[in-house]
């Protein structure tokens, strides 16, 4: 497995079941009801790092709402962040960044949490 699927089964599984992860550029169309989160995971950068075989990789992990209501996105949206922060906390492999205010390429309102993580392999 590449380090993208390493960190998708790693959110999977310290995520509620309620969280779908989106480990592909696809647009998300319509999010499925059965979950209340979809989370997006894409590869910006890999770049080596000091040690042979060894690289540095940052991915964009947005965390997406399907609320329209503008009266309600943002609350929706900071309790699906707060989760996932809470979950990325114990993954001591990758850090994150910063967690920006986005709009989805999909049309969702969204967080884009820049994470980076040293991995073996691509």
Aim: no cysteine; charged share 25%.
């Amino acid at each position: 497995m590449g380090a993208r699927a390493d960190l998708a089964a790693a959110l999977t599984e310290a995520l509620p079941d309620t969280m779908q992860i989106v480990d592909d550029v696809r647009d998300l169309g319509v999010i499925d009801p059965e979950y209340t989160t979809v989370l997006q995971l894409l590869r910006l950068r890999l770049e080596p790092a000091s040690t042979i075989g060894a690289y540095w990789t940052d991915f964009a992990l947005w965390v997406v709402s399907p609320e329209e209501d503008p009266e309600l996105v943002d609350d929706d949206l900071d309790d699906r962040l707060d989760q996932v922060i809470e979950a990325l906390q114990p993954l001591t492999y990758l850090g994150w960044t910063a967690a920006e205010r986005d709009m989805h390429p999909s049309g969702f309102h969204a967080y884009r949490i820049t994470i980076r993580t040293r991995t073996l392999n691509t």
